[in-house]
Structure formats: C-alpha cells, structure tokens
C-alpha cells in the first residue's frame, strides 16, 4: 500500500519557523509530483505548495510566497517545506500528497495545487502558529 508519511509539526510562537519532512512508503518519489496542502478548522482544504517531479519547477499559494520554501531530496526521497515568518493564520493540519506521472518526458515540470489531481495523500500533521 502506498503511503506518505509527514513529520516535523508542532507549535510555534509567531514569527517563529517549522520544517515539515514528507517520506513515502512503498514507492519512490522520483516520478511524482508532490504537494503540500493545509486545512484550518473550519475551512476548505488549500493548496500551499507543490514541486514538480523533475525539481525544476514549483508553486505556492499567495499568502506564503516568500515565507515558505518546498524541496526534494531525491537521493533521502524525502519532501521538505521549509515555513519561516509563521503567521496565526498558518495554524492547520497539513498534508503531503503525491501525483504519479505517467508520462515523465512529457509532465516532468508541471506543478499544480489542484486537490484533485493528487492520488496519494498522508495522515496529516498539526502545526499550531500561537499569536
């Protein structure tokens, strides 16, 4: 069973930074797209950040551009969103998700936030940003 599992959550004063890791399970990450998303109580989920399967490319929701940094380690198969300037409004259940290309000369840069496209999700990890 594939699986994705998140790490490096937590609580943290305003201001403050996180690193979130994301490690799959069962399958390797190099043919996939990755993506972090967040839920706020209360909310829909959003997309915040995703990084194309080939590295060269990624995308973020507005309000964390410049704040926030995604990465892959190819060689570890790890994910990493780096959240530094954390706001109160950062505060949710965040989630890594994957997206297999199936075509990887073809898509091997696209990025996207679309929830729908993502076939393969984590548990989620709580992070809390105290004002």
């Known amino acids: 069973q594939l699986q994705l599992v998140e790490s490096g959550g937590g609580l943290v004063q305003a201001g403050g930074s996180l690193r979130l890791s994301c490690v799959p399970y069962?399958?390797?990450?190099?043919?996939?797209?990755i993506g972090w998303f967040r839920q706020a109580p209360g909310k829909e989920r959003e997309g915040v950040a995703c990084?194309?399967?080939?590295?060269?490319?990624?995308d973020y929701i507005d309000s964390v551009k410049g704040r926030f940094t995604i990465s892959r380690d190819n060689a570890k198969n790890t994910i990493f969103l780096q959240m530094h300037s954390l706001k109160s409004e950062d505060t949710g259940i965040y989630y890594c998700?994957?997206?297999?290309?199936?075509?990887?000369?073809?898509?091997?840069?696209?990025?996207?936030?679309?929830?729908?496209?993502?076939?393969?999700w984590g548990q989620g990890i709580q992070v809390t940003v105290s004002s």
């Open positions: 990084i194309s399967a080939d590295g060269t490319k990624s």
């Open positions: 069962g399958f390797n990450l190099d043919n996939y797209l």
């Open positions: 998700a994957g997206d297999k290309n199936l075509h990887p000369t073809i898509y091997k840069d696209y990025v996207t936030l679309a929830d729908f496209e993502y076939e393969t």
